[in-house]
T-cell receptor, first 115, second 111 residues
Framework: DGGITQSPKYLFRKEGQNVTLSCEQN?????MYWYRQDPGQGLRLIYY???????QKGDIAEGYSVSREKKESFPLTVTSAQKNPTAFYLC??????????????FGEGSWLTVV | QKEVEQDPGPLSVPEGAIVSLNCTYS??????FMWYRQYSRKGPELLMY????GNKEDGRFTAQVDKSSKYISLFIRDSQPSDSATYLC???????????FGTGTRLTVIP
C-alpha cells in the first residue's frame, strides 16, 4: 500500500541528546514536510522540502535539522538545542510543493517525550 | 491575530444529530480550503477539499466556503460515534507551499 511511514511511533529522549525521527513515503511525492502538534496550538511547520537536496525552514525551525538525500526520505533530527521538544511530530508529503492547491497527506506521527 | 481561528470545543452531540464545525480566517488571499479528521494519537486524514467559494458534498459531509465573510464550515449529517475525532480546518493561498491550520475542534458523538 502507498503511504507515509514514520518511525518510531514512541520515543523517549534524555535531556541533552539528539534524536532522529524517520519518515519514508512511497507515493512518489516531490514535496515533504515536518509539522509539530501541541495541544491547543494546532500544527506548526518545522521544515519542508520541495525537491531532493533542498529544504527550507518553516515557522519553528530552531533546534531542528533535516536532510533530503532521497526523494522518498525526509528524516528530522531534534537536537539538544530544542528547548521544549516533547510533542507529537507529523511528517507529510504532497505532489506539487510549489503550487497552490496541493493536497498534503500525513503519516501516523511520532510521539517524542523528554525524560 | 491568528490567520486561522477555530473553536477548540469540545463539542458533544447525540448520535444522528447534524454537526456544524466552523473556521474563520483573516487572509483574503486564501483560496484553497481543506478539512482534516484526526483520531486520537493518529495522523490527520484529508476529509474534504474545496476551491474558492461554494459548497461541496461527499456522503454525509458538506463543506461550505464563504470568502466574502472569510468563513468556512463543515457539516456532518446523521452523525455517528465513529465521527468522534478532532476536526482541523486548513487553507492555503496561490504560490504558497504550506497550509495554515486551525487548532482543531474535538467532537464526540454519543450513542
Amino acid at each position: 500500500d502507498g503511504g507515509i511511514t514514520q518511525s518510531p511511533k514512541y520515543l523517549f529522549r534524555k535531556e541533552g541528546q539528539n534524536v532522529t525521527l524517520s519518515c519514508e513515503q512511497n507515493l512518489n511525492h516531490d514535496a515533504m514536510y515536518w509539522y509539530r502538534q501541541d495541544p491547543g496550538q494546532g500544527l506548526r511547520l518545522i521544515y519542508y522540502s520541495q525537491i531532493v537536496n533542498d529544504f527550507q525552514k518553516g515557522d519553528i525551525a530552531e533546534g531542528y535539522s533535516v536532510s533530503r538525500e532521497k526523494k522518498e526520505s525526509f528524516p528530522l533530527t531534534v537536537t539538544s538545542a530544542q528547548k521544549n521538544p516533547t510533542a507529537f511530530y507529523l511528517c507529510a508529503s504532497s505532489t506539487q510543493g510549489d503550487r497552490a492547491g496541493n493536497t498534503i497527506y500525513f503519516g501516523e506521527g511520532s510521539w517524542l517525550t523528554v525524560v | 491575530q491568528k490567520e486561522v481561528e477555530q473553536d477548540p470545543g469540545p463539542l458533544s452531540v447525540p448520535e444522528g444529530a447534524i454537526v456544524s464545525l466552523n473556521c474563520t480566517y483573516s487572509n483574503s488571499a486564501f483560496q484553497y480550503f481543506m478539512w482534516y479528521r484526526q483520531y486520537s494519537r493518529k495522523g490527520p486524514e484529508l476529509l474534504m477539499y474545496t476551491y474558492s467559494s461554494g459548497n461541496k458534498e461527499d456522503g454525509r459531509f458538506t463543506a461550505q466556503v464563504d470568502k466574502s465573510s472569510k468563513y468556512i464550515s463543515l457539516f456532518i449529517r446523521d452523525s455517528q460515534p465513529s465521527d468522534s475525532a478532532t476536526y482541523l480546518c486548513a487553507m492555503s493561498r496561490t504560490g504558497a507551499n504550506n497550509l495554515f491550520f486551525g487548532t482543531g475542534t474535538r467532537l464526540t458523538v454519543i450513542p
